[in-house]
């Protein structure tokens, strides 16, 4: 394909600044570094002048291409608690900064808030408000800040125009989505993801086209999200690759035997691949989830991009490299379709750039 690669982002994909998740009942700082978003936004920029990708702003949609995706009620959570945290003073927060002699200094952080409890279902017994948070999230990684909604919504607008841009004949189109949404279910939030933007996109254009749509899920952790929200539709095949839940996160879901449910069965495939995966497993896998997406023949292919497979990814999932990024790229090009590679995970800063270099151009040289 000679045809030049569109690129869409917002300058404010770097405001997203989540401060702490929590792990074992202690705060840990997210992964999710407003830095990883200025190391893409250089590359891009500088691929636009080496290798001619065209730069574009993501445009507004409005709400009711997201609740295609979400229901209302999950909405109206995320945008009333933004709102309400907007409101509230700065945080100030003891971080350990010393890990020898565990010398703790005080800093301040925008406000926040995260969920306290975690029910199974979504039946509400109590109108607390806590009791309303635990609904809305499956997991305490996410913090709700005064600009989430705001900024979720503008991640959520850019997978949006990509996927319109792709309906209006472009062939590659690359979505700098931030916050990453591959996780987010229909009505919760969780592992730092509040709209699934990927599964937006596939459900804009299947419902603009009428044609098939084919995901293909390369970031590390399964993505729950998207599973569930295709998990009884035939019009949306998923495919993902990602580290063995019963080992890593999101443990829930990703396992083999989750086929699809009703009209669903058989369009959703999942192969979880041992903890240390290397480069030839990863790829080998790939090559099943494209036989299979053949068979299925989608119209449209949308990526959920994720570089937390790097070997030098915190994740500590796989053991990928920068060549088995450009050769994931190569074969999915050999794919031929339409194809919109979606932001994901991806946290190794200083290889984020060149990881994400050689999946662009992997896929433009096919
Ligand atoms: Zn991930």
Redesign the pocket.
């Known amino acids: 394909m000679t045809e030049k690669m569109t690129a869409i982002f917002s300058e404010r994909v770097t405001e997203h600044s989540p401060a702490f998740g929590t792990f074992d009942g202690v705060p840990r700082l997210s992964y999710d570094k407003p830095e990883r978003a200025k190391v893409i936004i250089d590359v891009l920029r500088e691929m636009s002048v080496t290798s001619g990708i065209e730069i574009t702003q993501p445009r507004e949609f409005g709400i009711p291409f997201i609740y295609r995706v979400h229901d209302q009620s999950y909405i109206d959570h995320l945008r009333t608690v933004s709102e309400q945290v907007a409101q509230k003073p700065p945080i100030l927060v003891a971080e350990i900064t010393d890990s020898v002699n565990k010398v703790a200094t005080v800093k301040e952080y925008p406000a926040f808030t995260y969920p306290s409890v975690f029910p199974h279902g979504s039946n509400p017994r109590s109108s607390n408000h806590h009791a309303d948070k635990g609904i809305y999230a499956f997991d305490i990684a996410t913090p709700i800040m005064g600009d989430t909604y705001e900024l979720a919504l503008l991640s959520a607008y850019t997978a949006l125009t990509g996927a319109d841009i792709l309906k209006q004949g472009k062939k590659l189109v690359y979505a700098f989505t931030r916050p ?1 949404g ?2 987010a279910e229909r009505s919760r939030m969780g ?1 730092y993801c509040y709209l699934n933007n990927a599964a937006l996109a596939a459900q804009f254009l299947a419902d603009q086209t009428g044609e098939r749509v084919g995901i293909i899920d390369i ?3 399964h993505g729950n999200g998207t599973q569930e929200i295709f998990y009884e539709s035939s019009e949306v095949f998923y495919a993902s690759i990602h580290g063995d839940p019963s080992k890593t ?1 999101p443990f829930y879901s990703g396992y083999a035997d989750e086929e699809g449910k009703d009209s669903g069965y058989g369009y959703n495939l999942n192969i979880p691949l041992p903890i240390d995966s290397d480069d030839l497993v990863f790829l080998k896998a790939l090559d099943l989830i494209i036989y299979r997406m053949r068979q299925f023949s989608p119209r449209y292919l949308v990526v959920s991009l ?1 570089f ?1 497979g790097f070997k030098n990814d915190p ?1 500590k999932i796989f053991k990928l490299t920068n060549d088995g990024y450009a050769e994931t790229a190569k074969r999915i090009g050999k794919l031929e379709l339409p194809t919109l590679s979606v932001q ?3 946290y190794s800063i200083p290889d984020l750039g060149y990881n994400i270099a050689s999946f662009l151009k992997g896929l433009k040289n096919v």
Do not use: I, K, T, Y
């Open positions: 990453p591959h996780h592992s970031d590390a952790h996160h994720g937390d994740s994901e995970g991806g």
